[in-house]
């Protein structure tokens, strides 16, 4: 049989190892920074660009986006050619991908410290940045998919079914979720509102974590662990198990981030059985992964590549269990809003992606340079230095969300909440000072890393276009006897990815539709009105400034929330025209789904220009910017138009007097502060962020806290 000669392109290789590297450092960074803010207020640097509220989100989309994102693409462009037996598909779409994907890193850095934000967590990149995501991620697909069409081998590995499934459902996932009206260049609002929008967000947001942190890196396991133990995976049957059941099963669980909440309790009850059943095939993958060791744990000991890749499956293994966990409603009512919440989150991105990620540099370094590693002894360093950051960063973490919930929840004898808000965010400080010395432990342990592939990279020479060969693929590939169903699609990249979209569209489609078509789903209340134009000003500069990483607005009905926030339970008709929902996931603020009317305008004018002055002990950041900033009010029009197209009953042509009303609010505003001897203009935008603040929750009549203080836990 003809052998036809060929090379592999380690250069694109190298240039997503040192991206990789380079924003893994930068993410990590930031997180170090976001962390230190929690409890060091000064950290803020009160400007407006460094405080917590964004640069917590450049955190989350650095280390997800820059450092998974380019970790994946390395990993891809290294095995997949080598398991297609066949270069990349084309030089010049790999150029494409690498430079395309950087330079939306950059912009999504650069206009998320300048506040251009959605609001939708790991989905805040506005329009344009949307609209280039697709079209590298199209870019990707065309390069990834051409290389499988041209390979030389006919079955396709089991690391490959991985890769497209993560293509595929990526792109479903950010098209749907990403559905916005633009009202200016680099501004939109979300086309969904309220409980839809929380649906749909959440859908997108468990799976981002399920396609994006987890199938690719499953399929990096699937090669590089072989690779690295010498030893072929313990179970090809296991895996077609774990890969189909874990793809169909993982899209429905999205709805348990929304438990107890105004969604409708049967989509939250799907999210729950479906997030049980997840249990199954992750640790059918974790097992398949942990096995393929069996008899090589000699190896584990010597190599350092082996025990980042034997913690990080561990890591997910257990990352798998609590979610799962953490998805019953008995536990998610402890948990939810916690920093046990986040705790989890770090097990999965600190262990699983992280020490895989380092796992896959420490291997792929050496190979591409034609050298080993400069020093087996630093990277052992790094691994033991990285776990313990892992563990001083986690623990700390889970005590401090078990002591919130407890806080929150704890009445006295006499049926009084014992502890205010703000009790509960001082107690745990120590919990917040001990989980940064586990970043900068972990982060300690990175930059060992940088200073070994930089000698390891200094001692070698790339090689940029490895040889290789291999016969060619015949153009029909025929079965010798009878073939075993999996054995056909493997063949049939193109069925792979029909069949793979079809198994995650299913359950989305399945939640969304009724949730969607069904009006009972979402009942209104006539007493629920569109935003005034200030208001609908100041909820945008809200989410701006990034309120929503620290704020929820979504009392549940438990006894403890019912009394602390001074009215009923949420539900579902307050939201139709919140475009995007503010729900929130984590309260390191107190809630303020019920703040509207609670105190006077100049309480807010103060906390907001030092919470200190309101809150002696607070750690929120200040926001003098907002007292002197003028509102830009010749935005206003657009926004009352793109409300209209989205469906918010505001008179045909209030697009052109609607300034007039955001004045005389406005001026009403500044009369309330100047009777309380506060001095501000009529624009100053923090006239319409009181506006906002004074706004939320006054549209429904509420209960007294005593008639409605009832638990329906």
């Known amino acids: ?193 309220g409980v839809q929008d929380a649906l749909v967000q959440w859908w997108y947001g468990h799976n981002a974590v399920a396609f994006f942190l987890t199938t690719p890196y499953l399929g990096l396991m699937y090669y590089f662990l072989p690779k690295a133990a010498n030893r072929p995976v313990y179970s090809y049957r ?88 953490l998805s019953l409603k008995s536990v998610n009512a402890i948990s939810h809003f916690t920093d046990w919440t986040i705790a989890h989150v770090h097990v999965g991105a600190l262990g699983w992606n992280g020490f895989l990620t380092f796992g896959v540099l420490y291997w792929i370094i050496p190979r591409i340079f034609r050298t080993p590693l400069y020093s087996k002894k630093l990277a052992n360093n790094h691994f033991w230095i990285g776990t313990l950051g892992i563990v001083l960063y986690v623990v700390p973490l889970y005590w401090a969300g078990f002591e919130q919930s407890i806080a929150w929840k704890t009445f006295t004898p006499e049926g009084q909440l014992k502890y205010q808000f703000l009790e509960t965010v001082t107690n745990i400080l120590p919990m917040y000072i001990m989980r940064s010395v586990g970043g900068l432990l972990y982060l300690t342990g990175v930059f060992f890393m940088c200073y070994n592939l930089f000698k390891t990279i200094k001692a070698g020479n790339l090689l940029e276009n490895e040889p290789a060969e291999a016969a060619p693929l015949p153009k029909v590939i025929e079965a010798h006897g009878k073939e075993h169903w999996h054995r056909w699609i493997e063949k049939r990249p193109i069925q792979m990815l029909v069949f793979s979209l079809i198994a995650v569209a299913i359950g989305g489609a399945l939640e969304m539709v009724p949730t969607f078509l069904i009006k009972n789903n979402v009942p209104t209340i006539a007493s629920v009105k569109p935003y005034t134009p200030l208001e609908l000003q100041g909820r945008d500069i809200y989410i701006r400034e990034g309120c929503y990483t620290c704020h929820s607005q979504m009392v549940r009905p438990f006894r403890d929330e019912v009394a602390r926030y001074h009215g009923e339970y949420s539900k579902a008709g307050e939201f139709v025209y919140d475009h995007p929902f503010q729900w929130g996931s984590k309260r390191t603020g107190p809630d ?14 103060n906390h907001m220009m030092d919470p200190r002055i309101m809150s002696p002990g607070s750690i929120m950041p200040s926001y003098p910017w907002l007292l002197t900033r003028s509102l830009d009010t010749t935005s206003t029009p657009a926004k009352i138009r793109a409300m209209q197209t989205l469906g918010v009953p505001y008179s045909e042509g209030y697009d052109k007097v609607a300034n007039a009303d955001l004045y005389a609010q406005a001026k009403a505003i500044k009369d309330n502060l100047k009777k309380d001897k506060i001095s501000v203009k009529t624009n100053a935008e923090i006239i319409a962020l009181i506006a906002y603040l004074q706004r939320i929750g006054t549209d429904i009549k509420l209960k007294s806290t005593d008639e409605n203080a009832v638990s329906r836990n």
């Open 1 to 193: 049989m003809q052998v036809e000669q060929f090379s592999y392109d380690n250069k694109i290789v190298k240039l997503f190892a040192y991206a990789t590297v380079l924003w893994g450092v930068v993410g990590m960074l930031a997180g170090l920074l976001a962390a230190i803010q929690i409890y060091l207020p000064a950290a803020n640097f009160n400007t407006a660009i460094t405080t917590f509220g964004r640069v917590r989100p450049v955190h989350t989309n650095a280390v997800i986006f820059a450092f998974v994102g380019n970790g994946i693409f390395m990993g891809v462009y290294y095995s997949l050619q080598r398991l297609c037996k066949a270069r990349m598909f084309s030089d010049l779409l790999s150029k494409i991908h690498f430079w395309g994907w950087q330079l939306i890193i950059v912009a999504a850095a650069v206009t998320l410290l300048a506040g251009y934000t959605t609001g939708k967590e790991y989905a805040e990149l506005e329009w344009p940045i949307d609209i280039a995501i697709t079209l590298v991620w199209v870019v990707f697909g065309i390069n990834m998919f051409g290389t499988i069409i041209k390979r030389r081998e006919s079955h396709l590995y089991v690391a490959i079914w991985f890769y497209i499934a993560t293509w595929v459902t990526v792109a479903m996932l950010h098209i749907v979720n990403s559905f916005e009206i633009p009202y200016s260049a680099l501004r939109s609002y979300s086309w969904y509102a």
């Open 238 to 325: 296991l895996s077609i198990i774990h890969f189909w059941a874990l793809i169909f099963i993982y899209i429905w669980a999205g709805p348990h981030h929304l438990l107890y909440t105004a969604l409708p309790d049967w989509a939250q009850s799907l999210g729950v059985v479906f997030s049980v059943m997840l249990i199954a095939p992750s640790w059918g993958g974790m097992l398949n992964g942990l096995f393929t060791l069996r008899g090589a744990w000699d190896k584990v000991r010597e190599e350092p590549v082996l025990k980042f890749m034997v913690v990080a499956i561990t890591c997910y293994g257990m990352a798998t269990f609590e979610g799962p966990m």
């Open 592 to 605: 303020l789904a019920r703040i509207g009317g609670k105190y006077p305008d100049s309480w807010h004018y």
